[in-house]
């Protein structure tokens, strides 16, 4: 069983949120701007490491909470002010963290994210500028891996499909998200893994292996889930 890491001295009236303090297992996550990947090598490492039957999630979204989320915070009509935007992300995170991220990590699987709270650091605070922090209860991922591509090439590769609300967010806020991300990076080198989201997708996937070696438990003996009413 794992144990919680040893908590630091908590404020009165504060107590740690169920499932957000135990963290034994592996957590992943895959960040960057726009059209840089990330889906695809979330795709890519969880077929990879098919034998240690991950849980692969998204973000927003994740949960029937943060689903409903996802559609008010991505869909047009609502616009809500930066502040209120922020905060929705993160009970949308504050959600997924208690129901499927932290029980996953207390039992020991290996957790791997599209997005988490390196986006809004990125988006709400670079893009919009917002000052942003990192709550107590949300686990730190072992490794972010960060798909550095620039801006306009990751628009472009959306271009087939409609926009989203952010995806028509102008190309300065798309500059201003990327350089918050590599203000991230280069503060915590030991967690960021920077991979140059130019290169094929099987390229970026075997540095992403490579990043992995040493970190990955034995394979597990547990039966892959089923894909359908998983948590992705
Ligand atoms: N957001 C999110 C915040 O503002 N704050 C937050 O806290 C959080 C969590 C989420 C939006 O919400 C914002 C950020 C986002 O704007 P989303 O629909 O989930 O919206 O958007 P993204 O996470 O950006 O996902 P995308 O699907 O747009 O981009 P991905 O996942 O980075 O890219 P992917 O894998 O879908 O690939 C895009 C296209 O490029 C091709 C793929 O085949 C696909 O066509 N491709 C490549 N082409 C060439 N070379 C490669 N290496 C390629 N890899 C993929």
Redesign the pocket.
Known sequence: MCEPPSAPGRAVGTRPREGAARSCGLFLTFE??????????VELLRRALAGHDPIAI???GGTPLGERLREL??GPGLDPSPEA?MYL??AA?AELVARVIGPALAAGRIVIA????D??LA??GG?RGLATWWPETFPRPRRTFL?DLPPEQ?LA??R?RAA?R??SEDLGFHRSVAEAYRELAAAEPQRFVRLD?????EE?HARVMEELAGLLPAASSRPPTPPAGSPR
Do not use: I, N, W
Request: glycine share 12%; proline share 7%; net charge neutral.
């Open positions: 960057g701007v726009e059209g840089a990947g990330k889906s695809t090598q998204r973000e927003p915070l991505l935007e992300f993160m995170r599209d997005r988490y709270h986006s809004t988006y709400q893009g798909l990751g590769r959306q087939q989203d952010f995806e989201a130019t290169r094929p997708p970026v």
